[in-house]
């Protein structure tokens, strides 16, 4: 009976350290919600202040556009008043007219730059960053939750199985340096003695299928992979793996290292062809942002600091790591 009541309390105490952990969980999203709400508070008024001193820059030339052609109207309303005045003047209607020519040709030069810049001038405007709300799209909740139970005992090794990844062509060695699950439960293993990116079946434990590679990179909401294929180009997959679509250029030579910068963007590393090229989520090229007379000989690896906006780029002909700061 003693040890029935021991257990009911035993039973009470955990309820309410249960509702005491609920309390503090809910505290933490409440406050984590609010930190979020700042910080997206805070880009905002960053854009409407980017939108306010865009605005006076194009106010400020729009204004003094006008007033170079006040002021050119005046002068030639000025200049009109004296061609009458001199009647019968030869010398002073002389020089008014060449005052009067000077001045149209001015106009002139006035109203062509007024039109080109009718043509150029796009109106003010705002685009909405869409990887940000694809992110929040996509999320399931703010964070993680967590049930904790202790586990008493160690661990023990339930089974065993070998995975033979080698293929026909393979060279012998000790390939596999990194592995991942993909979403399908597929097993992604990296064979840098073969430069390949293999996946295996967990059905039939063989490798499924495979692409040339050394690295790869996921999206911000890591529902597209990327891989440099030295061969191919920048080879875009989903989430699960399936191959979506390959990006070549002659810009790109033997592509290496990739990363994104977390905006939808992916940086890929030409070994051969000495630069970082810029492409966006859907295999377009956006264009070469470093190149080799920016220091860059035979680059390797490039990562990108989302922070501070800087690109990291190492490089196999030497010890030194390249900063580039972008904007």
Same mark, same amino acid.
């Given at each position: 009976?003693?040890?029935?009541?021991?257990?009911?309390?035993?039973?009470?105490? =955990?309820?309410?350290?249960?509702?005491?952990?609920?309390?503090?969980? @809910?505290?933490?999203?409440?406050?984590?919600?609010?930190?979020?709400?700042?910080?997206? %508070?805070?880009?905002?008024?960053?854009?409407?202040?980017? @939108?306010?001193?865009?605005?006076?820059?194009?106010?400020?030339?729009?204004?003094?556009?006008?007033?170079?052609?006040?002021?050119?109207?005046?002068?030639?309303?000025?200049?009109?008043?004296?061609?009458?005045?001199?009647?019968?003047?030869?010398?002073?209607?002389?020089?008014?007219?060449?005052?009067?020519?000077?001045?149209?040709?001015?106009?002139?030069?006035?109203?062509?730059?007024?039109?080109?810049?009718?043509?150029?001038?796009?109106?003010?405007?705002?685009?909405?960053?869409?990887?940000?709300?694809?992110?929040?799209?996509?999320?399931?909740?703010? %964070?993680?939750?967590?049930?904790?139970? =202790?586990?008493?005992?160690?661990?023990? @090794?339930?089974?065993?199985?070998?995975?033979?990844?080698?293929?026909?062509?393979?060279?012998?060695? #000790?390939?596999?340096?990194?592995?991942?699950?993909?979403?399908?439960?597929?097993?992604?293993?990296?064979?840098?003695?073969?430069?390949?990116?293999?996946?295996?079946?967990?059905?039939?434990?063989?490798?499924?299928?495979?692409? =040339?590679?050394?690295?790869?990179?996921?999206?911000?909401?890591?529902?597209?992979?990327?891989?440099?294929?030295?061969? =191919?180009?920048?080879?875009?997959?989903?989430?699960?793996?399936?191959?979506?679509?390959?990006?070549?250029?002659?810009?790109?030579?033997?592509?290496?290292?990739?990363?994104?910068?977390?905006?939808?963007?992916?940086?890929?590393? %030409?070994?051969?062809?000495?630069?970082?090229?810029?492409?966006?989520?859907?295999?377009?090229?956006?264009?070469?942002?470093?190149?080799?007379?920016?220091?860059?000989?035979?680059?390797?690896?490039?990562?990108?600091?989302?922070?501070?906006?800087?690109?990291?780029?190492?490089?196999?002909?030497?010890?030194?790591?390249?900063? #580039?700061?972008?904007?």
């Amino acid at each position: 009976m003693t040890s029935m009541k021991s257990m009911s309390k035993s039973k009470d105490e =955990k309820l309410e350290a249960l509702k005491g952990a609920k309390h503090e969980a @809910i505290e933490k999203v409440e406050l984590y919600e609010k930190a979020l709400k700042s910080m997206i %508070g805070r880009a905002a008024e960053d854009s409407k202040s980017e @939108i306010v001193t865009t605005y006076q820059e194009l106010e400020n030339d729009i204004l003094q556009d006008k007033h170079n052609v006040d002021t050119v109207d005046d002068e030639l309303q000025q200049l009109e008043g004296k061609l009458k005045r001199s009647e019968g003047n030869r010398a002073q209607r002389f020089v008014c007219s060449k005052q009067a020519d000077k001045k149209l040709k001015e106009a002139e030069r006035l109203k062509v730059n007024q039109d080109k810049r009718s043509n150029e001038d796009v109106p003010l405007s705002f685009t909405p960053n869409q990887s940000v709300m694809n992110y929040v799209k996509g999320l399931h909740g703010i %964070g993680q939750v967590k049930v904790s139970r =202790k586990k008493v005992d160690m661990y023990r @090794i339930k089974g065993h199985r070998d995975i033979d990844i080698r293929m026909t062509g393979d060279i012998e060695g #000790y390939p596999s340096v990194g592995c991942c699950l993909t979403k399908d439960n597929k097993l992604i293993v990296t064979d840098y003695n073969n430069k390949k990116l293999k996946r295996i079946n967990l059905d039939t434990m063989s490798v499924e299928d495979y692409c =040339k590679s050394r690295h790869i990179t996921f999206n911000e909401n890591g529902d597209k992979m990327f891989v440099g294929d030295g061969n =191919k180009g920048l080879v875009c997959f989903d989430g699960a793996g399936n191959y979506l679509s390959t990006s070549s250029d002659n810009d790109l030579k033997n592509a290496d290292g990739v990363c994104v910068d977390g905006y939808g963007n992916v940086f890929v590393v %030409g070994c051969n062809s000495h630069n970082v090229v810029q492409y966006n989520e859907d295999g377009k090229k956006i264009g070469v942002i470093v190149q080799q007379q920016d220091g860059l000989n035979w680059p390797g690896s490039v990562c990108f600091h989302q922070e501070l906006n800087i690109l990291f780029v190492t490089m196999a002909s030497s010890n030194v790591v390249k900063m #580039y700061e972008l904007e």
